[in-house]
């Protein structure tokens, strides 16, 4: 017997696999959140599959999601990326301006709530990289 999700794979074997081991199981650390964030994001208006497919290359353009590098990225980034042809569809993110600069915003927002999560409760001046996290799993724990 099939599995239920087969029914919305049509038999796609990564999207398949993606079923089997990550859909629906919990991810966790702010890093894995920013890049379901920013891959939630890109799909507004396409399949999943499309994503799916793209996601190497979403972790190539934005560092494997680590936010601090991805904050730092500049207007001439976001052209370079809107620029950027690949050999297959798989190896270049959607190019849609506003897509890309919703993740450099967004990792700029996670560093804010970091920044204030610092000042409120951090007196050795680190960090508190789980920010991200603790707010998005706030809704349901």
């Known amino acids: 017997e099939e599995p239920w999700y087969t029914v919305y ?21 702010d890093e894995a959140m920013f ?7 890109a799909q507004a208006g396409l399949s ?5 497919r793209k996601r190497d290359a979403y972790r190539t353009t934005f560092f494997n999601f680590d936010i601090d ?5 500049t207007p ?22 506003g897509k890309i600069e919703a993740v450099i915003n967004n990792a700029k927002c996670i560093q804010e709530m970091r920044s204030e999560e ?3 409760t951090s007196k050795d001046g680190r960090h508190n ?13």
């Open 9 to 29: 794979t049509k038999g796609d074997e990564e999207y398949n696999q993606y079923m089997r081991t990550e859909w629906g199981f919990e991810k966790r650390g």
């Open 35 to 41: 890049e379901k964030l920013s891959l939630e994001g």
């Open 48 to 52: 999943w599959l499309t994503i799916l």
């Open 69 to 73: 590098r991805v904050a730092a990225m």
């Open 76 to 97: 001439e980034d976001v052209q370079d990326i809107l620029n950027t042809t690949g050999e297959t569809t798989r190896s270049t993110v959607v190019r849609h301006r």
């Open 118 to 120: 610092k000042n409120i």
């Open 129 to 141: 990289h789980g920010v991200f996290d603790r707010f998005l799993w706030s809704f349901v724990e």
